[in-house]
């Protein structure tokens, strides 16, 4: 059996007063409608058509070839929308499963599961429903005495009675598929908002005498449909939620999962250990028995195996095993870090390689270079690698020494085993094991610092008269 998706996604969402079309708002580092995409994706849907209307290329260059896509040029309602993949789908044989491009947290398992029933009772539709303690908004499930579904009723559509219901219509199904288009054929818009309602198709299949199916998620939270900031909030939050009770039971503690910040993109490994405060966003993919945090901010980040990062952000970086960060350190785009190296307090590193068991402790900017291994970088140290037009490279040869509070003029070389000598300015190359020393020689004047104070105080007196 063919299972494919469709995906509504052409509404604006007026409702989020935002420039950016609804589908396209966020949740956990991916916009809505990428979530639902996966979702079909994982659900082992063969293909999937979103209907675009409102920032139709957005959406677009978002997704890319993840999708093929139908134009609902005007919103007249959902039947509309999925009419429009219609030159495309009509002929295929097999099920069809529509989702709205902004309900993120529905789950392939459930969407499987939905599939399932409606292949095992022989339904022309089923109805992905949910129970809600409040359930405004949201379509009614109206079942008869025996439980079987009669009819769906839009909120604003309902009877007193109608509005009681607390099932509701999650706006999910699936579909014979070639059931569903000839049906679609048939919907009229003769409502209260005079459009054409996919939920009419349920009562079009069942008049013609087919069987309607419909699936209770154990999960209400997958039907939450995201239409303001205040939803858009709240389905951050379980997904949130849902994302940290993953990595859980994967192998992964946390030490105060509520404030944890993780993307749904990022992976980790077995027996790391993350610490509150902790934002993990984009790309990023952590070893095992790592330590993560305090208040560590990682975007798009690889660590290797038993690192540690505290307190410290890191965009665009790559550490090897066992390497130390922070706190209060700065790993800009570009960096890369072998095996067991340190990176202390104050630092900033951008676009710079450095082999391993090399340290830079604290209170540097290392920035357009290669170090080696072994090297000792000491507090202070500033390659100086932009000449305001320019970006130079600073070379630093294995088992250096770079004293404390010397700078290194680029483009520059600092040779294998090479000391520069604390309170340097470089701007020559230093061969293999030479010894640098770039600063002028201390003169001692005896007691003439009471001459500079008494020289200040006179200043000051005549600047206060």
Do not use: W
């Amino acid at each position: 059996m063919k299972k494919m998706a469709i995906v509504l996604a052409a509404g604006q969402g007026k409702r989020m007063k935002s420039k950016l079309y609804k589908v396209l708002h966020s949740v956990c580092g991916k916009p809505m409608v990428e979530h639902v995409l996966d979702t079909a994706r994982r659900a082992a849907c063969e293909r999937t058509v979103v209907i675009v209307g409102h920032g139709a290329e957005a959406v677009k260059a978002t997704l890319g070839d993840a999708a093929e896509y139908a134009l609902q040029a005007e919103q007249l309602g959902t039947g509309h929308a999925v009419l429009q993949a219609a030159p495309m789908m009509e002929q295929e044989e097999g099920v069809t499963v529509v989702l709205c491009g902004d309900t993120p947290l529905v789950r392939a398992e459930t969407v499987n599961e939905m599939v399932d029933l409606h292949t095992r009772i022989g339904a022309a539709a089923t109805i992905l429903t949910a129970e809600f303690a409040e359930p405004a908004g949201y379509g009614r499930i109206v079942r008869g005495a025996d439980g079987a579904v009669l009819r769906i009723v839009e909120h604003k559509d309902c009877s007193l009675e109608e509005a009681a219901i607390k099932e509701i219509n999650t706006g999910i199904y699936c579909f014979d598929n070639r059931m569903l288009f000839e049906a679609l054929k048939k919907v009229t818009n003769n409502n209260a908002q005079g459009e054409y309602y996919l939920t009419d198709v349920i009562g079009i299949l069942q008049q013609e005498g087919n069987t309607i199916g419909a699936y209770l998620a154990s999960d209400s939270a997958e039907a939450l449909g995201v239409n303001d900031r205040i939803a858009l909030g709240e389905a951050e939050r379980l997904m949130k939620a849902r994302i940290n009770r993953g990595h859980q039971l994967n192998g992964v503690t946390f030490i105060d999962v509520d404030n944890t910040y993780i993307e749904a993109t990022v992976t980790i490994g077995e027996d790391t250990i993350i610490y509150p405060g902790t934002v993990l966003r984009g790309q990023t993919a952590i070893g095992s028995d790592c330590v993560i945090g305090p208040s560590a901010d990682l975007n798009d980040t690889i660590v290797g195996s038993g690192s540690t990062v505290r307190q410290s952000v890191a965009d665009g970086a790559e550490l090897g095993e066992e390497c130390q960060v922070g706190p209060f350190a700065y790993l800009r785009p570009g960096t890369k870090l072998g095996d067991y190296v340190k990176i202390g307090d104050f630092v900033e590193i951008k676009n710079t390689t450095i082999g391993e068991h090399s340290k830079v402790p604290h209170l540097s900017y290392v920035g357009d270079a290669i170090v080696g291994k072994g090297v000792n970088i000491g507090c202070g140290v500033i390659t100086a690698n932009y000449d305001g037009y320019n970006k130079s490279i600073t070379e630093i040869g294995d088992n250096a020494f770079v004293g404390s509070n010397s700078n290194l003029i680029a483009p520059v070389k600092i040779g294998s085993g090479a000391y520069v000598v604390a309170g340097s300015t470089i701007t020559h190359n230093v061969a293999d094991n030479d010894l640098a020393i770039a600063r002028e020689r201390q003169v001692n004047k005896p007691g003439y610092a009471d001459k500079i104070r008494s020289r200040a105080r006179s200043k000051k007196d005549k600047d206060t008269e």
